[in-house]
């Protein structure tokens, strides 16, 4: 399986959040998935923690490379092709997932069922 991590899926897990369900665990930690964190994700988490909004490690990288995630750069095609989306979800940085999970074939652990009226591949978180 090749997943891409919701901002909060990430959070969850790296907390060890009971939200985070089995289904979910189970398709991040087996050891045949590639899971991928997006520039994205980081930068929403970022923005996040110097406004107060959340508490998030401060170690973000290390937390990520440590869990051998994959990192997904943001392209200007990914941008391009998040501007083009349709409306049905107004948040950039969801949006900018979206379109990397398009580009990259990559299936979207989320607990966003808006994100699934894309038509990409989504894994209920």
Known sequence: MRLLLD????????ANDP???????????????????????????????VLGKLDAPSDL???IELNRFEQLSMTVSHARAAGALPRHHD??????????????????????SRMGLYGVGVLAA
């Open 61 to 63: 990288l290390s937390q």
């Open 91 to 112: 948040d950039p940085f969801d949006r900018m997932l979206v379109a990397q999970a398009m580009a990259k074939g990559l299936t979207l652990l989320t607990r966003d």
């Open 7 to 14: 901002t909060h899926v990430l959070l969850w897990w790296l």
């Open 19 to 49: 939200h985070l369900g089995e289904e979910a665990r189970a398709g991040i930690s087996d050891p045949g998935s590639a899971v991928y964190v997006g520039a994205a994700t980081v930068r929403e988490i970022s923005i996040k923690r």
